[in-house]
């Protein structure tokens, strides 16, 4: 990542920030509706040095790679039968679409009361989230695949393993990143989502503690924050990974 993309980043924080401040001074809110920027900064700083947040931060966490990972494999293996077979589409894209149009938070609740408070039912909301963006996007990026290559594989006597490493994945990997990208910030959503319908540890429930009990406002921002920069890094992750596969700028 080049300086130029690290200072338009930090400019636009920097005008983020100002405008934030600008409002509060403006509106005239009082901190337990609106804090000001300073005071959301320092609690999230009181809130590591004390290890309030780092706990939290790491069950959310966890949850997010085991749910993007499932739910992400799932989708390529999904999404290639999609895109090769014609008869898999007609059986399956009914079920698919009519599970992403179901609202995860009125799933939540139910995959709580089925799976427990714990980890799994936390692991299956992220991957839900994540299968149908990744799948949808692996479809498309086979499907898209230049006919002209394949039958020039097939000529050549390739292999049905090495059409699928040699041609059809590297020409689908834009495709599929584009997917990937998405998917990992939905991640993020769904172990919230799961931890708002159950859970004993992680930032959704740090969230609940902060404007509920302790009518912490400061420690709400700070955690949407934590929230926030965690989705940023996974995002630019994936990526400086695509940069490295596919070469995008």
């Known amino acids: 990542m080049n300086r130029s993309v690290v200072a338009t980043g930090l400019a636009a924080l920097a005008v983020v920030l ?29 809130a590591w040095l004390d290890g309030t947040m780092a706990p939290h931060t790491l069950v959310t966490v966890g949850e997010i790679g085991l749910g993007f990972g499932a739910g992400g494999l799932l989708a390529l293996v999904v999404g290639y039968g999609l895109g090769r077979s014609p008869l898999v589409a007609r059986l399956i894209s009914p079920y698919i679409v009519a599970a992403q149009a179901t609202p995860i938070l009125a799933l939540a609740p139910v995959l709580a009361l089925w799976f427990g408070p714990g980890l799994l039912s936390k692991v299956i909301i992220a991957a839900l989230i994540v299968f149908f963006p990744i799948a949808v996007s692996v479809m498309v990026g086979i499907r898209s695949v230049d006919a002209g290559l394949l039958e020039l594989g097939r000529s050549l006597r390739a292999t049905p393993r090495q059409v699928l490493t040699t041609l059809e994945i590297p020409a689908a990997l834009p495709a599929i990143f584009g997917g990937i990208r998405i998917g990992v910030t939905l991640a993020v959503v769904g172990a919230i989502v799961g931890e708002w319908a159950g859970a004993e540890r992680g930032l959704g429930v740090l969230i609940n503690l902060a404007r509920g009990s ?34 995008r700028r």
């Open 18 to 46: 100002l405008a934030w401040k600008a409002i509060v001074e403006v509106s005239g809110l009082p901190p337990f509706i609106l804090p000001p920027p300073e005071s959301v900064l320092a609690r999230f700083a009181s």
């Open 214 to 247: 302790l009518f912490d406002t400061p420690l709400l921002f700070a955690t949407l924050l934590t929230i926030a920069a965690i989705g940023v890094v996974l995002y630019v992750l994936v990526v400086l990974v695509e940069r490295r596969l596919v070469g």
